[in-house]
C-alpha cells in the first residue's frame, strides 16, 4: 500500500492533518535534545524523509540513518534528500523496525513519525530502538491516536470520517480506509507507555496533541 501511495504521501498528511504534521515533527526534533557534538540519529519509519530532513537541517553535526520497509517511499525519500542536499549525510536503508541493521548502543536518539503503529511486532520493534541507542539518548515516538472525551468529538469525525474518504479519493485507492481503523486500534497513551517499559524503554513525557488526535512520546533506554 504505501508503495502505492509513496507520490502523494506528502501532500495526503498536509492535507488530512491541516499541516499540522509539520508541527508536530518540529516538536520530535527539538524533544531529541541532541548535543551540540557530532551525533548519529536512527529515523525508523523514515517514509518520504520528511523527519530525517528536519533533523539534519536543525542539527548540522547530525547524521541521520533512514530506515523504512517501503521501497517505494524510499525512492521518493532519496530524491528529497538529494534535492535538500543531504545525501553526504542522511544515509536510507530498506528494513524493519523489529530487526535493525545497525550495533548496540550506536546512535544518539531515534525518531519515528507514524510508523510505530504499522509494525506487526510492537514491542520487538520498541526493544530494537532501545538496543541501538545510547544510554544519554533518547527515542521520540510520535502516532496518530484516538481522541477522548467530549472536546475529542471533532477529532474523532474526522479521523473517523473525513480522513478515509479524503485518503482514498486523493490516493485513488480505497485501501488507504486502513487508517482508522488502525488508529482506533492502537493502544491508548497509558496503555502503550506500559508497552514501552516492557520493551526497555524508560518514557520520560507523553504530550498530547491536537486535542489528543496524536501524541509524542519520549523515552531513554532503560539501563
Known amino acids: 500500500m504505501f508503495d502505492g501511495i509513496a507520490a502523494r504521501y506528502d501532500l495526503l498528511n498536509r492535507i488530512m492533518s491541516l499541516g499540522a504534521d509539520q508541527r508536530w515533527r518540529r516538536l520530535s526534533v527539538l524533544a531529541l535534545r541532541l548535543p551540540s557534538t557530532p551525533t548519529r540519529v536512527l529515523d525508523l519509519a523514515t517514509g518520504t524523509a520528511d523527519l530525517a530532513i528536519r533533523v539534519a537541517q536543525v542539527h548540522a553535526g547530525a547524521t541521520v540513518v533512514g530506515i523504512d520497509p517501503s521501497g517505494g517511499m524510499l525512492e521518493v525519500a532519496r530524491r528529497k534528500v538529494a534535492v535538500a542536499g543531504l545525501s553526504q549525510r542522511i544515509h536510507l536503508l530498506r528494513g524493519a523496525a523489529e530487526s535493525l541493521p545497525l550495533r548496540d548502543q550506536i546512535v544518539d536518539g531515534v525518531t519515528m513519525a507514524f510508523g510505530i ?78 508497552l514501552m517499559r516492557r520493551a526497555a524503554l524508560h518514557v520520560q513525557e507523553i504530550r498530547a496533541l491536537a486535542l489528543g488526535a496524536c501524541h509524542l512520546y519520549v523515552a531513554r533506554p532503560a539501563r
Open 117 to 194: 503503529r504499522n509494525v506487526a511486532d510492537r514491542r520487538q520493534g520498541l526493544a530494537e530502538t532501545s538496543r541501538v541507542t545510547r544510554s544519554s539518548g533518547r527515542v521520540v515516538i510520535l502516532e496518530l491516536s484516538e481522541p477522548q472525551g467530549a472536546l475529542g468529538l471533532l477529532a474523532r469525525f474526522h479521523i473517523r470520517r473525513l480522513v478515509p474518504r479524503l485518503g482514498a479519493m486523493l490516493s485513488g485507492m480505497r485501501e488507504y480506509g486502513y487508517l482508522q481503523e488502525s488508529i482506533a486500534a492502537f493502544p491508548r497513551p497509558v496503555e502503550f507507555s506500559e
